[in-house]
């Protein structure tokens, strides 16, 4: 693994916890994003992280600076990913919107630059040919939250040349990173495979009226000794997003229990602007949710 320039594509929440994390490990870090204010968006996000890696993981002023020092930022693709060893993209998780932007990477990134997607629902193969090198590409998942939530998790595709995985699951390691390889395409990854059938299940419990948010927490969080419910999972996931899941299966699926879940999430939770911990309510109400209190685990 001979990695020295990496490009993030994409300066959202996760894209600007890659490039950051990455830029802390040592790495000179190029954020791409299609127009100014995504950037200056992005540069508010990374001047919140360094606060929280000073806070979380005691890093001095001069760490968190240096880490800054050696992030560029542009929106023109073609300077951006100049002098890339690595592409990641944290792009929408929308088809046409990734295999546009992969039809444009290919025509500009040097030939030595290696693709990888940090999607969380499309699958590599997907768009391996739209990138003109699919040997060269794969995927690199993240979870939010990277610099303490630090999974990574690196599935190829048929077509993706080992010594490419094998490189980036090193530089997974390298900046921090545990790295989980997948040998084979598997959609939601590991991570999701295991957890969106407990999250679903949870949901229609409730939506089914056969007990509680609280009580179904409780039930988990007793019986596995884990630290946090299904419910108060989606506070950190975010609403919108179960929203969007169960959406996409009652579409799917035509299935009327989750017809009616998903219009539960958006009359009682979305439309009532309880999105989940990042404003303050969802399933608990934050800073202080139930399921931390001492007492909640007892009778």
Same mark, same amino acid.
């Not at 209190?293 to 009778?299: G, I, R, Y």
């Given at each position: 693994?001979?990695?020295?320039?990496?490009?993030?594509?994409?300066?959202?929440?996760l =894209?600007?916890?890659?490039?950051?994390?990455?830029?802390?490990?040592?790495? !000179?870090? %190029?954020?791409? !994003?299609?127009?100014?204010?995504?950037?200056?968006?992005?540069?508010?996000?990374i001047?919140?992280?360094?606060?929280?890696?000073?806070? !979380?993981?005691s890093?001095?002023?001069?760490?968190?600076?240096?880490?800054?020092?050696?992030?560029?930022?542009?929106?023109?693709?073609?300077?951006a990913?100049? @002098?890339?060893?690595?592409?990641?993209?944290?792009?929408? &998780?929308?088809?046409?919107?990734?295999?546009?932007?992969?039809t444009?990477?290919?025509?500009?990134?040097?030939?030595?630059t290696?693709?990888?997607?940090?999607?969380s629902?499309?699958?590599?193969?997907?768009?391996?040919?739209? %990138?003109?090198?699919? $040997?060269? #590409?794969?995927?690199?998942?993240?979870?939010?939250?990277? +610099?303490?939530?630090?999974?990574?998790?690196?599935?190829?595709?048929?077509?993706?040349?080992?010594?490419?995985?094998?490189?980036?699951?090193? #530089?997974?390691?390298a900046? /921090?990173?545990?790295?989980l390889?997948?040998?084979?395409?598997?959609? /939601?990854?590991?991570?999701?495979?295991?957890?969106?059938?407990?999250? @679903?299940?949870?949901?229609?419990?409730?939506?089914? $009226?056969?007990?509680?948010?609280?009580?179904? @927490?409780?039930? +988990?969080?007793?019986?596995?000794?884990?630290?946090? =419910?299904?419910?108060?999972?989606?506070?950190?996931? =975010?609403?919108?997003?179960?929203?969007?899941?169960?959406?996409?299966?009652? &579409?799917?699926?035509?299935? &009327?229990?989750y017809?009616?879940?998903a219009?539960?999430?958006?009359? @009682?939770?979305? !439309?009532? =602007?309880?999105?989940?911990?990042?404003?303050? &309510?969802?399933?608990?109400?934050?800073?202080?949710?139930?399921?931390l209190?001492?007492?909640?685990?007892?009778?």
């Open positions: 693994m001979n990695y020295k320039n990496v490009t993030v594509a994409g300066s959202g929440v =894209g600007s916890q890659i490039a950051y994390q990455t830029a802390f490990k040592g790495f !000179d870090v %190029t954020v791409y !994003d299609i127009n100014d204010a995504a950037i200056e968006a992005s540069k508010e996000r001047a919140k992280l360094q606060e929280n890696y000073k806070k !979380d993981l890093a001095s002023d001069e760490e968190v600076k240096a880490a800054f020092e050696r992030m560029a930022f542009h929106t023109d693709l073609a300077t990913v100049a @002098d890339a060893d690595l592409v990641i993209e944290a792009i929408p &998780e929308v088809v046409a919107i990734k295999t546009e932007f992969y444009n990477l290919g025509k500009v990134a040097p030939e030595k290696i693709f990888a997607t940090n999607s629902t499309l699958l590599p193969s997907q768009f391996a040919d739209a %990138t003109g090198r699919p $040997e060269k #590409f794969l995927a690199l998942h993240f979870a939010n939250t990277i +610099w303490l939530n630090n999974t990574a998790e690196i599935m190829k595709h048929a077509g993706t040349d080992m010594q490419v995985f094998d490189d980036v699951v090193e #530089f997974a390691k900046i /921090g990173m545990v790295a390889p997948l040998h084979k395409e598997q959609p /939601g990854y590991i991570l999701n495979s295991l957890l969106v059938p407990l999250l @679903d299940a949870a949901e229609l419990l409730l939506v089914n $009226e056969v007990s509680d948010a609280e009580t179904i @927490d409780k039930t +988990w969080m007793i019986a596995t000794k884990a630290p946090m =419910g299904p419910f108060a999972i989606l506070d950190v996931v =975010g609403i919108n997003t179960a929203y969007n899941i169960v959406s996409a299966k009652a &579409e799917a699926t035509g299935r &009327e229990d017809k009616k879940l219009a539960m999430l958006k009359t @009682d939770y979305i !439309d009532q =602007g309880k999105l989940g911990k990042a404003t303050g &309510e969802g399933f608990y109400k934050y800073p202080n949710p139930n399921y209190n001492p007492d909640f685990l007892n009778n």
